[in-house]
């Protein structure tokens, strides 16, 4: 079945690393996606990794795929107050193309 | 336009009535998709739209959804007889096409509340 799940509530220190944790239940996805959700705002693509890699950098963001235990991660260096948001991972599933969205993850973000 | 756009952005409407929500795609897109993002939880799928023809409409809850891109630009949903379990956010979002690698952009949505 399609399920994915993540921790709801991070709070993390300004100048910090923030690791942003995401597990997902279908062995077919081919793209998993990392977006952003402030306030009132729409949905904000960030960064997104093929099913065959296992890390991919984009400046401050590290994305890192475990495959076999079907584990995402979202890692963002030297987190800012204006990365407080709402994350979303979302898994896109073969022969398909629609995006099944987590739960999302609160990350605030304090001086 | 310079990206997605979805009118109203606000509406409040009474239980049973029926309800039109317009998503512009950013030009020359020719995926459309439309999400619900209730409170507190992650958008869910659906419908899709490659072109004029519904692809892929197995998110819809019931038939009182429905969905139209009559010339493969704009799209309009469509709800009947609206319940208040209907409020929710409704998202659209486009893109270019339809491989992985394509970027999916979101409209701001349209925030729907039945009383």
């Known amino acids: 079945g399609e399920d994915v799940e993540q921790s709801l509530f991070l709070s993390v220190r300004e100048g910090d690393s923030s690791v942003i944790n995401c597990t997902y239940t279908?062995?077919?996805?081919?793209?998993l996606y990392w977006y952003k959700q402030e306030p009132g705002a729409g949905l904000q693509l960030l960064t997104y990794?093929?099913?065959?890699?296992d890390m991919k950098q984009d400046q401050r963001l590290t994305v890192l795929l475990n495959k076999k235990d079907k584990h995402l991660s979202l890692r963002i260096a030297d987190t800012q107050t204006g990365d407080s948001a709402i994350y979303f991972c979302?898994?896109?599933?073969?022969?398909?193309?629609?995006?099944?969205f987590g739960t999302g993850t609160r990350l605030q973000v304090f001086p | 336009g310079a990206g997605v756009s979805q009118t109203p952005s606000n509406k409040v409407t009474e239980k049973g009535k029926y309800v039109e929500l317009r998503c512009d795609p950013i030009?020359?897109?020719?995926?459309l998709y439309w999400y619900r993002q209730s409170l507190g939880q992650g958008p869910e799928f659906l419908i899709y739209?490659?072109?004029?023809?519904?692809?892929?409409d197995s998110g819809l809850p019931n038939d009182r959804f429905f969905a139209v891109r009559p010339e493969g630009s704009v799209s309009t949903l469509k709800i009947q007889r609206t319940e208040r379990g209907d409020s929710a956010v409704y998202l659209c979002?486009?893109?270019?096409?339809?491989?992985?690698?394509?970027?999916?952009?979101f409209g701001e949505g349209s925030w729907l509340t039945v009383v």
């Open positions: 979002a486009s893109s270019s096409g339809t491989g992985a690698g394509n970027t999916i952009y």
């Open positions: 279908d062995s077919s996805s081919t793209y």
């Open positions: 990794i093929f099913s065959n890699m």
């Open positions: 979302a898994e896109k599933l073969q022969n398909t193309d629609k995006l099944i």
């Open positions: 030009s020359g897109h020719t995926a």
């Open positions: 739209f490659q072109g004029t023809g519904a692809a892929d």
